[in-house]
């Protein structure tokens, strides 16, 4: 699909004015030429924000594909909304307003996503990635973003503040190393990004 590069410059910047967390430009390049090479059909992204990465990712959809997105805050699945009709997305982005672990239980089996990408809340991610497990086709790939978590997850971090989420996100690395099932790979730019292919 067409975007306007101007208009998606200047939804990232307002995007970065108000400190909206969004897709960092180098993780961003990473996940585009994948995206390019694979054009999905169908794509599940947890954690929309303001819409600015599903609105990056429709240009590489297959024709006639769709993007179904969640995000749990009010004020931004509202601004999502309003970004995609900008775009004139809304044929190609249908967002899904409540908590993404709840939501991606509703969905069926049957879902066959292509590309799943996981950016919300980093203490869930391992709940994410077995819902993800399962609505991925054979073959699919899952991506995950923030999974160093400012380097802490690689660290020998152990502060009280930020525990819960760094302990969680080492588990989820040990997971997507270990399972059979997945084929990973961790690359470590900006805040750490993981594809991971999932064989049935």
Same mark, same amino acid.
């Given at each position: 699909?067409?975007?306007?590069?101007?208009?998606?410059?200047?939804?990232?910047?307002?995007?970065?004015?108000?400190?909206?967390?969004?897709?960092?430009?180098?993780?961003?390049k990473l996940i585009e030429e994948r995206l390019?090479?694979?054009?999905?059909?169908?794509?599940?992204?947890?954690?929309?924000?303001?819409?600015?990465?599903?609105?990056?990712?429709?240009?590489?959809?297959?024709?006639?594909?769709?993007?179904?997105?969640?995000?749990?805050?009010?004020?931004?699945? $509202?601004? +999502?909304?309003?970004?995609?009709?900008?775009?004139? /997305?809304?044929? !190609?982005? =249908? &967002?899904? *307003?409540?908590?993404?672990?709840?939501?991606?239980?509703?969905?069926?089996?049957?879902?066959?996503?292509?590309?799943?990408?996981?950016?919300?809340?980093?203490?869930?991610?391992?709940?994410?990635? $077995?819902? +993800?497990?399962?609505?991925?086709?054979?073959?699919? /790939?899952?991506? !995950?973003? =923030? &999974?160093? *978590?400012?380097?802490?997850?690689?660290?020998?971090?152990?502060?009280?503040?930020?525990?819960?989420?760094?302990?969680?996100?080492?588990?989820?690395?040990?997971?997507?190393?270990?399972?059979?099932?997945?084929?990973?790979?961790?690359?470590?730019?900006?805040?750490?990004?993981?594809?991971?292919?999932?064989?049935?």
């Amino acid at each position: 699909m067409q975007i306007d590069g101007n208009m998606l410059e200047e939804l990232k910047k307002e995007a970065m004015q108000n400190f909206v967390p969004i897709l960092r430009d180098n993780t961003m390049k990473l996940i585009e030429e994948r995206l390019e090479l694979l054009r999905p059909k169908k794509i599940l992204e947890v954690g929309t924000a303001v819409g600015y990465s599903a609105i990056t990712f429709s240009k590489y959809l297959d024709e006639g594909g769709k993007i179904d997105t969640i995000e749990r805050n009010d004020k931004r699945y $509202e601004k +999502a909304l309003e970004n995609i009709s900008k775009f004139n /997305l809304q044929n !190609a982005i =249908n &967002v899904i *307003f409540g908590d993404a672990k709840e939501e991606m239980k509703k969905l069926p089996d049957s879902s066959n996503y292509d590309v799943i990408f996981i950016d919300a809340a980093k203490g869930q991610y391992i709940a994410f990635l $077995e819902e +993800a497990k399962r609505l991925v086709k054979n073959g699919g /790939l899952i991506i !995950a973003d =923030n &999974v160093l *978590f400012r380097g802490l997850v690689l660290s020998d971090y152990n502060e009280h503040k930020n525990r819960t989420a760094v302990n969680r996100l080492r588990e989820f690395l040990k997971i997507i190393k270990e399972e059979k099932c997945f084929d990973s790979e961790v690359i470590d730019i900006d805040d750490g990004v993981a594809f991971i292919t999932v064989n049935k």
